[in-house]
């Protein structure tokens, strides 16, 4: 009977090891996806826009594009939109081209998830000079590009292939006032891949509030 008990006990030790193991996997494959590398192709995806038309990657095939993960209610984010600094950014590529593609990934019932109402609301009272205001609820293009921040840029090349990844600028406060001292990786990137010169920073630290998957 002791015998029988020891066994029963390591058996269940084994299962229990085994278990916390396989559960530790998953937690890393949910919620700890990276970015794809820069210089490999960026996973394509389709999304409502905040007029209720749907926007796919694949649409933009030949253009630049940029992407913009957002939260309207982190501060981090009003910091580049209540200066005006991400509006006039929008404005000045959008102008020459690119494709600017905003996208919010916040969960139903999270901070910063919006309805295409709320949506359509912000774009006119900020004043926005995106492409479109993409709506990403359940977080699956958030999670195939590893999105970690609001904002958390990329910019894609006509190819398809991701040039930059990382934060907007060189200084991670929600201070509007350190805009003006810092450099804008974004802008960097697009001028340097437009004028056929490899980005010279391709990945940098991307700071902001967390994106609030569901």
């Known amino acids: 009977m002791k015998a029988y008990r020891a066994e029963w006990l390591l058996n269940n030790m084994i299962t229990k090891t085994i278990l916390t193991a396989v559960s530790s996997l998953v937690a890393v494959t949910l ?3 990276d970015s794809p590398p820069v210089g490999s192709n960026a996973p394509q995806f389709s999304l409502p826009d905040a007029k209720g038309k749907t926007q796919a990657l694949a649409d933009f095939k030949g253009k630049y594009v940029v992407l913009e993960w957002f939260n309207p209610q982190c501060p981090f984010v009003k910091k580049h939109y209540g200066s005006g600094n991400m509006q006039k950014l929008q404005q000045d590529f ?5 494709v600017w593609l905003t996208i919010d990934s916040s969960a139903p019932g999270a901070e910063g998830n919006l309805t295409a109402e709320q949506a359509g609301a912000v774009v006119n009272s900020w ?3 995106q ?5 990403d609820p359940e977080g699956k293009v958030g999670r195939a590009y590893g999105a970690k921040n609001t904002p958390h840029m990329f910019v894609i090349n006509p190819e398809g292939k991701v040039v930059y990844e990382g934060a907007i600028d060189s200084k991670a406060t929600p201070n509007p006032a ?3 001292n810092s450099t804008n990786y ?3 990137a ?6 056929g010169k490899p980005v010279s920073n391709p990945n940098t630290r991307p700071y902001g509030c967390s994106v609030k998957y569901q």
Do not use: R
């Not at 492409?131 to 709506?135: C, E, I, P, S």
């Open 127 to 129: 004043k926005t000079h």
């Open 131 to 135: 492409t479109a205001l993409l709506l």
């Open 178 to 180: 350190d805009i003006a």
């Open 186 to 188: 974004v802008k960097v």
């Open 94 to 98: 959008t102008g020459k081209g690119v």
């Open 31 to 33: 919620f700890a996806a």
């Open 190 to 195: 697009l001028d340097e891949s437009m004028s």
